[in-house]
C-alpha cells in the first residue's frame, strides 16, 4: 500500500508540475508573435485488478497540446494576403496621383499657356519677343512632360526593386519552412508534437502570405508542402524552390516573376522560367504586378496619347502657316520616332520660324497665329478609345482615371483590412493566452502539486509505522 502511494503522489506530482511549467510557459510568451496556447493531455492509468476489484493506479502524462485551429488559421492567411496585395497597390496608387499634378503645375495647363501665348502673336505679329515667349511656353510644357515622364519611370523602377526585395524574402521563407519541416518529420517520429516549432512554422506562412499567397498541404510526417494560389510548388517536404526577377522580354522595363530551374550545361547559371501572372495571386507581389500591369500601364497609355495627340495636332496646323520669312511652318515639336513622351523636344526654332501667317510673305498676318490659339477649344486628343476631347478636358479625364483608381484602391484597402483584423482576432481569442485564465490555472495546479506531495507524505508515514512494526 504504501508503495502504491508514493506511486501515486509521484504521479501526480510530475502531472502538476507539467501543468505548471507549461503554464508558465504559456505566460511567458503571451506576446510572443503566433504563438498557441499549449495545455498537458492528461490520462487516468489502467487499473489494477484485485480481488476486492480495480484499485486506480493514478495519472499520466500524454503528451503536450497547443490550441490550433487550422481552418481560422487559414482564414486569416487568406485574409493577411488580400490585404497585403491591396495596401501594397494602394501605396503604389498614391505615388502615381503625384505624377499628374493638378492647377498650374499641370500637363493641361501648361499646354494651354502655350496655346494661349499665340494671342499676343495674333495681336503682334511682328513682335519678335511675343513669339520668343511662345517657345518659352512650349519649353516649359515639354518640361513638364519629361518630370511626369521620369516619375513614371522611376516608379517603375521602384516596382521592379520592390519584386526583388520580396521575392528574396520569399526565398529566405521558404527555406526556413523547409528546415522546420525537417525538423519537425524528425520529431513526430517520436509520436509527439512539437508545438514551438509547428507555431514557428505557422508564423513564417503567415509572413509569406503577405508576400504571395500559398496553400498548404500537411504530410503523414508532419512535413508541409506550400504551393503558390496558382499551384506552383514552393517547399516540399525539406526542400525549397527558388524565385527569381527577371526583365519582361516584350518590355524591358517590366519585371516579372520566375522559377529558377537547373542549368545542366551552366550550373552556375540557373535557368528561369516566367510564371505567368495567375499563379500569382494576392500578397505583395499581386499588389505591384497590378499596379505595374494594369495601373501604371494604363496612366503611361493616357500620358503617351496625351502628348502625341497634342504635339502632332500643334505640328500639324503650324505647317499650314508661314513663318515671317515666308517659309512653311516646321515641326515646332520633335523627337523620336516614335513622338513620345521620353524623347520630345522642342526643335531649335529662331521667333522669326513661328508660323503666324496664314499666307507667304504676308507678315502681317496672324490667321494661322489664330488657328493655333484655336486648338485649344478643339477635340484634338483621344485617350482610351474614346471620342476626341478638348486638351483640358482630357487632361481632366486622366486625372479623373487615377483618382477613381486610387479611391476604389482605398475602398478594397479598407475592406481587406478589416477582414485581416476580424480573423486575427477570431484567431488570437482560440489559440492565443489569456493572462486571467492562466493565472486561475496557476492556483489550480499550485493547490494540486500541494495536494499531492500531501499523500507523498501521507505515504512516508504509513512507510515509517509499518517499519516501527516489523521492529
Do not use: C
Not at 525537417?182 to 506562412?205: C, E, F, V, W
Not at 500578397?283 to 495601373?295: I, K
Not at 477570431?426 to 492562466?438: C, K, M, P, T
Amino acid at each position: 500500500m504504501g508503495s502504491g502511494l508514493f506511486s501515486l503522489g509521484t504521479g501526480a506530482m510530475n502531472a502538476s508540475r507539467a501543468m505548471l511549467d507549461t503554464t508558465a510557459h504559456n505566460i511567458s510568451n503571451v506576446n510572443t508573435p503566433g504563438y498557441s496556447r499549449q495545455r498537458v493531455e492528461l490520462a487516468t492509468e489502467d487499473g489494477l485488478f484485485t480481488g476486492a476489484g480495480f484499485f486506480g493506479r493514478g495519472v499520466r502524462l500524454t503528451t503536450v497540446s497547443r490550441a490550433a485551429n487550422e481552418v481560422l488559421a487559414k482564414e486569416n492567411n487568406m485574409n493577411t494576403s488580400s490585404a497585403a496585395a491591396d495596401a501594397t497597390r494602394l501605396g503604389k496608387l498614391e505615388q502615381l496621383e503625384n505624377t499628374l499634378p493638378l492647377g498650374e503645375s499641370g500637363l493641361g495647363y501648361a499646354a494651354t499657356q502655350f496655346l494661349n501665348a499665340f494671342v499676343d502673336v495674333s495681336n503682334q505679329p511682328l513682335d519678335m519677343s511675343a513669339r520668343q515667349v511662345t517657345l518659352a511656353k512650349a519649353q516649359e510644357w515639354v518640361s513638364r512632360v519629361h518630370t511626369s515622364d521620369q516619375q513614371l519611370t522611376q516608379l517603375q523602377s521602384g516596382v521592379v526593386s520592390d519584386l526583388t526585395l520580396n521575392v528574396e524574402q520569399i526565398n529566405s521563407l521558404t527555406r526556413n519552412i523547409a528546415e522546420v519541416n525537417q525538423s519537425i518529420a524528425t520529431y513526430k517520429g517520436s509520436g509527439h508534437t512539437p508545438n514551438d516549432l509547428l507555431d514557428r512554422r505557422d508564423m513564417m506562412i503567415n509572413e509569406l502570405n503577405k508576400l504571395v499567397q500559398v496553400k498548404t498541404v500537411e504530410a503523414d510526417d508532419g512535413s508541409m508542402s506550400v504551393f503558390m494560389g496558382g499551384g506552383q510548388l514552393l517547399v516540399l517536404s525539406n526542400s525549397a524552390q527558388t524565385l527569381a526577377v527577371v526583365r519582361d522580354p516584350a518590355d524591358s522595363a517590366l519585371g516579372r516573376v520566375a522559377l529558377q530551374t537547373p542549368n545542366p550545361s551552366n550550373p552556375s547559371l540557373p535557368n528561369n522560367r516566367i510564371l505567368d501572372s495567375s499563379q500569382i495571386t494576392g500578397g505583395a507581389l499581386q499588389g505591384l504586378l497590378s499596379f505595374q500591369d494594369v495601373d501604371l500601364a494604363a496612366t503611361r497609355q493616357d500620358l503617351e496619347a496625351f502628348v502625341t495627340d497634342f504635339a502632332t495636332a500643334v505640328n500639324a496646323q503650324h505647317a499650314l502657316g508661314h513663318s515671317a520669312t515666308g517659309v512653311p511652318g516646321t515641326d515646332i515639336f520633335i523627337g523620336g520616332p516614335p513622338l513620345n513622351a521620353n524623347s520630345i523636344q522642342v526643335a531649335a526654332l529662331n521667333p522669326d520660324q513661328i508660323a503666324a501667317s496664314g499666307v507667304p510673305f504676308s507678315v502681317s498676318d496672324n490667321t494661322n497665329a489664330r488657328n493655333m490659339l484655336a486648338l485649344r477649344d478643339q477635340n484634338i486628343i483621344t485617350l482610351n478609345n474614346l471620342p476626341p476631347s478638348t486638351l483640358t478636358d482630357a487632361y481632366s479625364q486622366m486625372i479623373g482615371n487615377v483618382g477613381v483608381l486610387v479611391q476604389n484602391g482605398r475602398t478594397a484597402s479598407d475592406i481587406s483590412s478589416t477582414l485581416e483584423n476580424n480573423s486575427k482576432q477570431l484567431l488570437s481569442a482560440g489559440a492565443g493566452v489569456n493572462l486571467d485564465e492562466e493565472a486561475a490555472h496557476l492556483i489550480q495546479y499550485q493547490q494540486s502539486y500541494q495536494a499531492a506531495a500531501k499523500v507523498l507524505q501521507v505515504a512516508q508515514t504509513v512507510f515509517d509505522t509499518l517499519l516501527n512494526i516489523s521492529r
